[in-house]
């Protein structure tokens, strides 16, 4: 999750390209964070490197 002006986004992979996604967050447990509303739950997410991304940057997806 980043937050950009006081709006919390995540970055949603699309067609190899980060599109920023609006969200809601709720609760935060550590490096947890619970997402109340923005994703439908089936979406690839960035994980990390997501505070250095801008909408529709391309992706070089690597699987660990």
Same mark, same amino acid.
């Given at each position: 999750?980043?937050d950009? !002006?006081?709006?919390? #986004?995540? #970055?949603?992979?699309?067609?190899?390209?980060? =599109?920023?996604?609006?969200?809601?967050?709720? $609760?935060?447990? !550590?490096?947890?964070?619970?997402?109340? =509303? !923005?994703?439908? !739950?089936?979406?690839?997410i960035? =994980?990390?490197? $997501?505070?250095r991304?801008?909408?529709?940057?391309?992706?070089?997806?690597?699987?660990?």
């Amino acid at each position: 999750v980043v937050d950009r !002006g006081g709006q919390k #986004f995540v #970055f949603n992979v699309a067609a190899d390209r980060a =599109s920023m996604v609006p969200v809601v967050t709720g $609760a935060i447990n !550590g490096d947890q964070i619970e997402i109340i =509303s !923005g994703l439908q !739950g089936n979406e690839t997410i960035v =994980s990390s490197g $997501a505070d250095r991304l801008e909408n529709g940057d391309r992706l070089n997806i690597q699987v660990r």
